[in-house]
């Protein structure tokens, strides 16, 4: 079909080898480890949390990526996946959820009404739940194909396997969050 | 922070406070909370209960409430299909016919029979998309994850049918004011074959794993259960009040879109407990199986829309090459087409039971009032009372086994 | 043997005199009108008697109409369903603008219940009666009716939308 290879070992990180060690940066090395164990948190408000019960499934399986056991409790999951749209009424649940989710933590925001409201520009939705939580990747969609779920959470793996280990107390980040009024 | 998240009045403090078992031990508050594992959606319940047995309940529902009903409103009719599939999003195409034929019913117009048999086959499919998943995430919900993952295989060759009519998996907005956009590709027709062959041994496969389980069985007989009276009484419609024992399906009572030209039977429980719902669910599925078989068998050549060019969106083809066409596919989207001044109420059988479209029009371009009559919001008041006395994790399969889909509980 | 309309009407001529009027037959529906004060014994009959036997509270919604007479500017509609006969009927209440309250259906159909409450979220219309009567799908906090032809669809204090681009004036919108 199209020439992608598959993929059977994650490369290894840039490094020194030899008889029996491996010498590398400990931010690569936690960095992998960080990206391909990703436990999600799945906030499923309405249609795009079909969608992932879709990527759940056998047929495009999030299992393989990493995320195979969904996390239901916050204290317990990295990534808090917001799929569906967020009421006003919802919104300060969203938030107590994410301020309970411990470092490091990643948002992904799936569909077009957690992005942006989507098409529902009313009184009762919050147009985006950026407005209330920093987010790291916007999934659009309405709702978007599990390949496109799956793509984001590759996107943020991509982000993860990059991070510093010192970015969550890095000034930048402090800044961010006071944006948001989280403690 | 916190106080946002309970009622306003906390009367089960005053409850506490008074009431004390015979021991002394006391009652305690339970947050069923708007983020649960095992509620489809986000709603809330707040339980007063003594130790695991549930005394009292009081549900919280509108943390999805997305005002569809103001936003049709300000929506010509076309525009309104979008907002209809996100009802009951896992068997919208049922939403959207249905939205359709209360215009046609309100415009007068009549639909050819090529269009009904097609109409009745895509939603018998999302029936079945809608039972499947029902069930399946019961049997996750009381434990048993297996059959999910074998029967979601088969909402994805249903996806892949919707997407050879129309385009989208789960969202369709599919067909048009008096038929379909386009005829079925004979890749549809291929497909939808292919799955009639072979999803009934798999959902054979799924019934076997649960229905005579001793487990299964155990979890949900006289779960809560609702007599007959009260089920009426409560507004119920559908697999929850066909479980409780009364014969009341739409497509019998008021056949629309040729559903009289087929043979079916209606499945009918005894008790109305969770595994009674189950069960009727399962045999709804073989039913409908039946009915696509034999709509493809009697499949009539003809038309696949009604030729109303005041309505009905022109080919696409024709929109970019013929000034006319593109004239027409312009006022009909904005809804400059005439409307008659009329109120019409028309219901379908939706996966859940009656779902009803209110339709108010004042001849212009947007309804003066759309109200859908949701058959989730309606049944599940009788909630607390179905668990009332139950156990904790029987209040669970009860929810799950009702079927209550956030988007059409808010809209 | 089919209910017929003329029965319907003539029965509840007979029992409710003026409180019952309007009859008109739209579409497939007998659609009449009963006075806001008699609703719930209109109800009751409908569902009690022996050759009516409307078993079945099919809907219930609430109406706006800000252009009518004030005594008229709300209503609350009502759709019952006979299971034996297979007829359907709706009700219209129409009430006032100054303080809308009609008496709770909620004891005879346990359907009401919710319903009552959606249409008081979304009207302001007051149901006597009603055990619960407070918001149900917006936040407990609004205020205003969000229905009501007056307030306005979108959120007013969105930042996001220029309105500009929209083609939206004071004027328009």
Redesign the interface.
């Known amino acids: 079909m199209s020439d992608s290879k598959i993929i059977t070992n994650a490369p290894a990180p840039e490094g020194f080898q030899g008889e029996g060690f491996f010498a590398g940066k400990l931010s690569d090395v936690v960095g992998m480890a960080r990206a391909n164990s990703l436990w999600p948190l799945p906030f499923a408000t309405s249609c795009c949390g079909i969608e992932f019960m879709a990527t759940m499934a056998s047929h495009y399986d999030v299992a393989r990526f990493g995320s195979e056991r969904m996390s239901f409790s916050p204290r317990q999951a990295d990534m808090l996946l917001v799929m569906g749209t967020i009421a006003k009424k919802m919104a300060p649940i969203l938030r107590q959820v994410y301020e309970q989710m411990a470092e490091p933590r990643w948002v992904i925001s799936v569909g077009a009404c957690a992005c942006s409201g989507g098409i529902f520009d009313t009184y009762s939705v919050l147009q985006g739940i950026d407005k209330i939580i920093p987010v790291d990747v916007y999934v659009p969609g309405c709702p978007p194909r599990p390949e496109q779920i799956l793509d984001g959470i590759m996107r943020l793996q991509d982000l993860v396997r990059s991070e510093s280990v010192r970015r969550r107390s890095s000034p930048e980040y402090t800044e961010l969050l006071a944006s948001y009024n989280i403690k | 922070?916190?106080d946002?998240?309970l009622?306003?009045e906390l009367r089960y403090a005053d409850i506490i406070e008074k009431r004390k078992n015979g021991d002394g031990s006391e009652l305690s508050i339970l947050n069923l909370?708007?983020?649960?594992?095992a509620t489809h959606?986000?709603f809330q319940n707040i339980l007063l209960m003594d130790g695991e047995r549930i005394v009292e309940g009081e549900g919280t529902?509108?943390?999805?409430?997305?005002?569809f009903?103001?936003?049709a409103?300000?929506r010509p009719f076309y525009q309104i299909t979008?907002?209809t599939?996100?009802m009951n999003?896992?068997s919208s195409p049922i939403n959207n016919m249905g939205w359709w034929m209360t215009l046609e019913?309100?415009l007068n117009i009549e639909v050819p029979k090529r269009a009904q048999y097609l109409r009745v086959i895509v939603m018998e499919l999302a029936r079945i998309a809608d039972h499947i998943?029902c069930n399946s995430v019961l049997g996750v919900d009381t434990g048993a994850l297996t059959g999910?993952?074998y029967v979601?295989?088969y909402?994805?060759k249903i996806?892949e049918i919707y997407e050879e009519i129309c385009g989208a998996?789960?969202?369709t907005n599919m067909g048009r004011i008096g038929g379909f956009e386009r005829d079925w590709s004979p890749l549809a027709f291929e497909k939808l074959n292919t799955l009639l062959e072979e999803f009934p041994p798999i959902w054979q496969e799924f019934e076997n794993l649960l229905a005579r389980n001793r487990i299964f069985m155990d979890r949900t007989i006289d779960v809560g259960p609702i007599s007959a009276e009260?089920a009426?009484?409560?507004?119920f419609t559908g697999p929850n009040l066909r479980a409780a024992g009364v014969d009341?399906d739409i497509r019998v009572?008021?056949p629309y879109s040729s559903y009289e030209d087929f043979e079916f039977d209606i499945p009918v429980g005894k008790s109305g407990d969770t595994y009674d719902r189950f069960c009727v669910r399962n045999a709804e599925v073989w039913e409908s199986l039946k009915i696509i078989k034999q709509a493809l068998a009697k499949l009539p050549e003809g038309p696949y829309h009604a030729d109303v060019p005041d309505y009905y969106l022109p080919p696409k083809d024709e929109v970019y090459h013929n000034m006319e066409a593109l004239i027409y596919h312009f006022k009909i989207v904005m809804g400059e087409v005439p409307v008659p001044v009329?109120?019409?109420?028309h219901?379908v059988e939706g996966g859940n039971g009656?779902l009803?479209f209110?339709l108010?029009t004042d001849g212009s371009r947007t309804p003066y009032?759309l109200?859908f009559?949701r058959p989730c919001?309606?049944y599940?008041?009788?909630f607390n009372e179905m668990v009332k006395g139950q156990m904790l994790s029987d209040a669970i399969a009860t929810l799950s086994s009702l079927n209550v889909i956030?988007?059409e509980l808010?809209? | 043997m089919a209910l017929e309309t003329t029965t319907i009407q003539s029965s509840l001529n007979d029992h409710f005199e003026s409180a019952v009027s309007d009859f008109q037959q739209i579409h497939d529906i007998l659609t009449f009108e009963v006075d806001a004060d008699q609703i719930a014994k209109v109800m009751t009959f409908l569902r009690d008697d022996a050759t009516l036997r409307f078993n079945f509270l099919t809907d219930l919604c609430g109406m706006h109409f800000p252009d009518a007479d004030p005594s008229r500017q709300f209503s609350v509609v009502y759709h019952m369903h006979n299971w034996v006969d297979n007829v359907r009927i709706r009700i219209k209440c129409f009430l006032p603008a100054e303080n809308p309250t009609i008496d709770t259906v909620s004891t005879i159909f346990l359907s009401a219940n919710w319903q009552e409450r959606e249409t008081y979220d979304f009207f302001g219309i007051i149901f006597k009666g009603h055990p619960q009567l407070k918001r149900i799908l917006n936040m407990d906090e609004m205020v205003s009716f969000p229905m009501r032809k007056e307030f306005p669809l979108e959120d007013g204090g969105r930042t996001d939308k220029d309105d500009r681009f929209f083609g939206r004036t004071t004027d328009n919108c």
Do not use: W
């Open positions: 922070m916190s946002l998240l009622p306003p909370g708007p983020t649960h594992p959606g986000i529902v509108g943390y999805i409430h997305r005002a009903e103001k936003i409103e300000n979008p907002l599939d996100r999003y896992c019913k309100a998943i999910f993952l979601f295989q909402r994805e996806y998996r789960l969202t009260k009426i009484s409560y507004g009341y009572m008021q009329t109120e019409v109420y219901p009656e009803g209110y108010v009032r109200h009559r919001f309606i599940y008041q009788a956030a988007g808010d809209a």
